[in-house]
Structures are given as structure tokens and as C-alpha cells.
């Protein structure tokens, strides 16, 4: 297996990468390693939280503006589509001119994007800002990892990925209670007022703190032809599985963005061969436990996101709970990753990733599988159990993958690795919402009308079913005004039955996923870490 330090990404010949050409150990605050994990924990905690904290109030925002389903998913889908087309190519401006200019960009311009949401007053401006959120919380993410690789010396870096997969871990849990507690005594724009100040916090801290570091060999020139064909196949992914529930799995729209994905990826593929200082350095990928690293890190996420999305509005609207109450009751998933993400980062540093990482998808196989279980009469015990055992299960992969992506990748391409692990991720997470949602709706519309007419109900008409149809998605009952109470209850019965066995689906799907991963999990490797960070006196 190729590790860092074999990589020739650079014509050098084999040699290993150079350190940091500014590697003399920084004094006072400036570049301490210590202060730069807190700094980048804050600005990175406010993409992480965006990430779930949403999902609490798509229901509010939902009602509010008069939403679609669809267009609740892209409240989503809009933000991760940014993300991943982005995050590649910011990793790789940051390793050009720097990883403290791009997050302190990032941190700005996510900031107020945020605050540009909070003032929007229709569907499309939320969608658009949220777009731009993506855009800058992918100059902002890879940024972090490469300040963190070039401070941290060797031996410490695993400890100091360690916490920062903590902070994402707990901050991507977090989301949905400190959401829950927003939308229920403030409001849905409160959810991204939030991210304001502490934007302004992390920009003082990140002027005072963060020193910029540059490896001697790193890029001088941009592949912008690269740039282009990983920007758009990454884009027709993502959009074809996106579009792909509105249009039809076997539709020739759908099969045609696939098909230029495809062809993108292979263009790609062919001048990254040819081209002097590529966007990502083909050779990065002879190392199995990197791309394994990668690979793990989509399939975790396709489970964690889309199964998050519709647990969401199961608790709110299919168990009646207020959105502080839906966030309380995710709260074992949340402690879980918290208390889980520092023990995953020991055992990982003393036994290598391979066993903490199998088995953390094993528990989120097992954890996706109880979920498909829940009804509408299931109990918060119970909930709690499937819950826990999720975010026991999620700590050791967030933590592990990123050390096994970052650390077997050299010093000059911290940022592309940093880009390459996030962009794993939020292209999970769309392929997630996209193909769980998918596997819903499908369920949804085979079940409904059986359903239904099994209740006694007055058949509806095709235009009624299709309306019907995009409520019950969601877990709403579809009663129209003055329907008189025994109708109501046996439409509200029928409501949740279906949106509870398109959910029982879906799960299912994503436990199975999380079956994949754990063989996936046994290609990983410790990184190296040859080199050490710029700020090792400091430790």
C-alpha cells in the first residue's frame, strides 16, 4: 500500500514531501497549535451545525413560506450540491495561497450568507443563500484541516483530528436540539441569525491566532481545465440523483446527467494525466487505505443525513412533538458522539483504524435496522436505545476516516485531502436525502392509495392522490377544512401508516449501506504523518 511518503505528486522522484517552508516554531499566540484547534473549531462548528441543525426547521420553514416537499429538500440538497461541486477546489486554493486567508474568507462570506437567509421572505431566496453558505463553508472546511496538519507535529496530530472530529461529531448532533430550542421559543431565522456572531467570534480569533503555512513544493499554478471537468461531473451527479424522484428513475434526463457525469469524470480522469501541476495528482489514489478512507466517509453519511432527515418530521409530525421536544429526544445521538469521539480517537491511536472503524458501522447497520422498527406507537425508550447505538456508532468513522484521509496524503496536498474528505461527506449526505427520499416517495405512492381504500375512505381523484401523496412524504395527514373528526382520525391513521412504512424502507436501505461500509472499513490504514507541523515547540 502506498503511504505518504511514496506519493510522488511533485516529480521530486519518490522523495517525501517538504514541511512547511515557514516550519520554525511560531511564539506567543500566533500559530500556537493548541489556540489554532480552538479557532478552527469554532468556525468549522458553524458549517457542521448547518449541516443538521436545518433539518429541525424545515417544518417551520416548510409552513411558513408555503413549501413544497421538493423544495424542502433543497434546502438541503442546495447546500451539500455546493459543498461537494466546491470543496475539492477550495482545498486546493487554500494549499495555493494559503489555508488562513480561505477560512477567514469562508468564515465571512458563510456568516453572512447565514444572516442573508434569516432576512429572506420566500422559498427560492432561502434555496439561493443556502447555495451560497455551501460555497463558502467549502473555502472555510478543507482550510481547517490543512491549518491543523501543518501546526500539529506528528506525533499529536491524530489527538488534535481526534478533537476536531469531536467538534463536528457533537456539532453535526447538536444541530437538531439546539435547533428544536430556537424554532419553538424564537423563531426559524434565529436557526441562522446564530451563525453571526459566532462568525464575528471565529474572524478576531482567526486574525489574532491562526499563522499561515505553506510546504515549500506546494502548487504554483492552477489546473483550471480541471477545475472545470471535476466541477461539472461532481455537479451532474449530484443534480441527476437530486432530480431523479421528480423525474423518474428510468426518464432520459435522468440517465443523460449520469451519462455526462460519467464522461466529466473520465475527461477529468485523462488531463490530470497530462497536465503539469494537476487539481488532484491521479498517484494520490495508489494509496488504498485513502481512497478506502474516502469511500467510507460517502457511505457513512448516505446512511447518517438521509436517515436524519426523516426522523426529523417522524417526531414532529407523526408523534405531534414540538421542535424543542423532537431535539430533546435525539439527545442520546448527541451524547453519544460526544463522550464517543475522544474514546474512538484513543482507540484508534492505539489500535489503528481498521477495528474502531468496522466496527463503528456495524453499530450504525444495527442502529439503522432498530429505526426501521419504529411505528407510531413506539415509546422514547426505545427511540433512545436506536438512537445512542447511531451515535456510539458514527464517533469512530467521523474521527478515523479523517485521519486516514488526511494523514496518508503529503503535506503539500493537505488542503485537496481536506477538500477530498468533506466533499466524501456532503456528497453522502445529497446522495442520502436524494436516494432515501427517492426510496420513500416510492413507497409512499405504491402504499397510499391501498391504504386508503382499505380505511373506507372516498376514493380520491388523481390530482387528489398526487397532493395527498406529497403530504403524507412528510408525515401530515392531508384533511381538508371541516373534515368531520372520525374522517379525520382515519386519515390521519392512514397518513402516518405510510409515511411509516416508507420510512421502515428507507432505513432498511441505509442499514444496508452501512453493511458495505464495514468491509470498506477493513481497507483503511494508519497514516504516517511523516512531517511534522510548524508548531511543535509549542507542544
Not at 482507540?347 to 472503524?357: E, Y
Request: one cysteine or more; a neutral charge.
Amino acid at each position: 500500500m502506498t503511504s505518504q511518503t511514496t506519493i510522488d505528486t511533485t516529480g521530486s522522484g519518490g522523495k517525501a514531501p517538504a514541511g512547511p517552508s515557514d516550519a520554525t516554531p511560531a511564539k506567543g499566540l500566533r500559530g500556537h497549535p493548541w489556540f489554532t484547534l480552538i479557532t478552527v473549531a469554532v468556525g468549522v462548528m458553524m458549517v457542521a451545525l448547518d449541516g443538521t441543525i436545518v433539518a429541525i426547521a424545515n417544518p417551520a420553514i416548510q409552513k411558513d413560506l408555503g413549501a413544497t416537499f421538493a423544495q424542502v429538500q433543497w434546502i438541503t440538497n442546495g447546500y451539500f450540491l455546493a459543498l461537494a461541486v466546491s470543496l475539492i477546489t477550495a482545498g486546493k486554493l487554500g494549499d495555493r495561497f494559503g489555508h488562513r486567508q480561505t477560512f477567514l474568507i469562508g468564515v465571512v462570506g458563510f456568516a453572512a450568507a447565514s444572516g442573508a437567509i434569516g432576512l429572506s421572505d420566500s422559498i427560492a431566496l432561502v434555496v439561493t443563500f443556502r447555495v451560497f453558505q455551501g460555497l463558502f463553508g467549502a473555502l472555510l472546511m478543507p482550510a481547517a484541516l490543512g491549518l491543523l496538519r501543518a501546526t500539529f507535529p506528528a506525533e499529536k496530530l491524530n489527538m488534535a483530528i481526534g478533537i476536531w472530529g469531536m467538534v463536528i461529531g457533537a456539532s453535526t448532533a447538536g444541530g437538531p436540539i439546539l435547533g428544536g430550542v430556537l424554532v419553538e421559543h424564537v423563531n426559524w431565522q434565529s436557526v441562522f441569525f446564530i451563525n453571526v456572531p459566532v462568525g464575528v467570534l471565529a474572524v478576531v480569533l482567526g486574525v489574532l491566532i491562526l499563522l499561515d503555512h505553506r510546504a515549500e513544493n506546494a502548487p504554483r499554478s492552477f489546473d483550471i481545465l480541471g477545475i472545470a471537468l471535476l466541477s461539472a461531473a461532481m455537479f451532474c451527479l449530484v443534480w441527476a440523483l437530486i432530480k431523479a424522484p421528480e423525474w423518474g428513475w428510468g426518464d432520459g434526463k435522468t440517465w443523460a446527467f449520469i451519462a455526462a457525469s460519467v464522461l466529466g469524470f473520465a475527461l477529468f480522469a485523462f488531463w490530470e494525466k497530462k497536465v503539469k501541476e494537476p487539481l488532484i495528482p491521479l498517484a494520490l489514489f495508489r494509496s488504498v487505505p485513502l481512497s478506502a478512507g474516502v469511500v467510507l466517509m460517502v457511505l457513512m453519511a448516505i446512511a447518517f443525513m438521509g436517515g436524519l432527515f426523516f426522523v426529523t418530521f417522524y417526531l414532529q409530525n407523526v408523534h405531534g412533538m414540538s421542535p424543542i421536544d423532537a431535539g430533546l429526544h435525539l439527545l442520546p445521538l448527541t451524547g453519544m458522539m460526544i463522550v464517543g469521539s475522544p474514546l474512538a480517537g484513543a482507540m484508534i491511536t492505539k489500535l489503528g483504524p481498521r477495528v474502531p472503524l468496522a466496527g463503528g458501522m456495524a453499530a450504525t447497520a444495527i442502529a439503522m435496522y432498530g429505526m426501521s422498527t419504529l411505528d407510531t406507537d413506539t415509546g422514547s425508550a426505545i427511540m433512545s436505545l436506536w438512537f445512542a447505538l447511531l451515535g456510539l456508532g458514527l464517533a469512530p468513522v467521523m474521527v478515523g476516516a479523517t485521519e486516514v484521509i488526511v494523514g496518508n496524503a503529503p503535506m503539500e496536498l493537505s488542503g485537496v485531502a481536506g477538500g477530498l474528505q468533506q466533499a466524501a461527506m456532503q456528497i453522502g449526505g445529497s446522495l442520502g436525502t436524494a436516494v432515501l427520499g427517492a426510496v420513500m416517495a416510492s413507497k409512499v405512492d405504491s402504499d397510499l392509495a391501498g391504504n386508503w381504500t382499505s380505511a373506507g375512505l372516498p376514493p380520491l381523484t388523481e390530482a387528489q392522490e398526487a397532493q395527498a401523496s406529497e403530504a403524507v412524504q412528510v408525515g401530515v395527514a392531508p384533511l381538508a377544512p371541516g373534515t368531520p373528526d372520525a374522517i379525520a382520525a382515519k386519515i390521519e391513521g392512514v397518513a402516518h401508516d405510510t409515511f411509516i412504512s416508507g420510512m421502515s424502507l428507507a432505513s432498511l436501505v441505509a442499514a444496508g449501506v452501512a453493511v458495505v461500509a464495514v468491509f470498506v472499513a477493513f481497507l483503511t490504514k494508519r497514516g504516517e504523518n511523516a512531517q511534522a507541523g510548524a508548531g511543535a515547540g509549542h507542544i
